[in-house]
């Protein structure tokens, strides 16, 4: 019954049933709808055929709803408000005019998840607006609360940054310490070692900024003097290169550079700094056809494995 229901109502019966509803006058609606009115009584009489009652009756000049008919008009509405909206939904995927999908990238995405997602999202053909902005954790999860971003992607946030916001997670990931390939620490494996090299650790605010400082206790790791807190990834890999530092930043910043050997991670057990990676937005907020659309590409390439733990 239900296929053959779909295969026999199309979207131009519904248009007639609602015009006619809205206007109670059968050459209104087809003025309205530009069509000739035979043609407009013709699709009534095949929506009651198929409805097996009648939807409309003679009131004076006009036209009225039966009982059958009244019952009908929401549900006929509610079709033809979301055949609407799902044609708008794939014009809003390349609408060259739309408000763009406001992104807020932490470091720990924006060189390897992001332009990936943004690829694939011009891979599928669709050119939609994106603007994309970097940043320590505080300020974008500032400007998503004040309606500047539509998402921001990076380490699940403490519990007290996310009143109205909602967490999607994606994958997990872990801290590591990083230093250029050749590096005494790679074959001088003990504490006290570390204090002849420039540190680099999170900024106080940075969500891994505690699991760092946990990280450091627990392998029982002195901090020296030279201590430089910063988020700037272009100065960490400077630094890194050219100063001999130890970097301790979330392994998705620098999974090229140990991908191609350019820097080596120290043999440290880092497995109490594994977190959560994924998605924060506003509960209020409804998302877009091209977020609702990039999310899910984000969520395809966390499970085909770009990024990994």
């Known amino acids: 019954m239900g296929m053959s229901i779909s295969n026999r109502v199309k979207l131009r019966h519904l248009a007639a049933f609602v015009e006619v509803a809205r206007r109670k006058s059968v050459t209104a609606a087809a003025e309205a709808l530009h069509v000739t009115q035979p043609a407009l009584s013709r699709a009534l009489r095949e929506l009651q055929d198929v409805a097996g009652a009648p939807l409309t009756e003679r009131d004076g000049r006009g036209i009225r709803l039966t009982a059958f008919g009244a019952a009908m008009l929401p549900h006929a509405t509610q079709a033809l408000a979301q055949a609407e909206q799902a044609l708008a939904a794939v014009q809003a995927l390349d ?38 902005v970097t940043g320590e954790n505080r300020v974008l999860l500032d400007q998503l609360g004040a309606d500047r971003l539509d998402l921001v992607v990076g380490r699940l946030p403490a519990p007290e940054s996310m009143l109205g916001l909602a967490f999607d997670p994606l994958f997990r990931e872990r801290v590591v310490a990083v230093v250029a390939e050749g590096h005494p620490l790679l074959t001088d494996h003990r504490p006290e ?78 497995r109490s700094t594994l977190g959560p990676v994924g998605l924060c937005t506003a509960q209020a907020t409804e998302p877009s056809p091209v977020q609702r659309r990039f999310v899910a590409i984000l969520h395809d390439l966390s499970r085909d494995g770009l990024v990994s733990s």
């Open 193 to 270: 070692a570390y204090a002849h090299f420039p540190v680099l650790i999170p900024r106080p605010v940075s969500i891994i900024r505690p699991f760092v400082d946990r990280l450091l206790l627990e392998q029982g790791i002195a901090l020296p003097t030279d201590v430089i807190e910063t988020v700037s990834t272009s100065f960490g890999r400077a630094l890194v290169r050219g100063q001999r530092a130890i970097w301790f930043i979330s392994q998705g910043v620098v999974a090229d550079e140990i991908a191609e050997g350019r820097f080596a991670t120290l043999p440290l057990d880092t």
């Open 95 to 132: 609408a060259p005019t739309a408000p763009p999908l406001r992104i807020g990238a932490l470091p720990t995405v924006a060189g390897t998840l992001i332009p990936a997602a943004v690829a694939r999202l011009r891979a599928d053909g669709m050119h939609a607006r994106l603007s994309i």
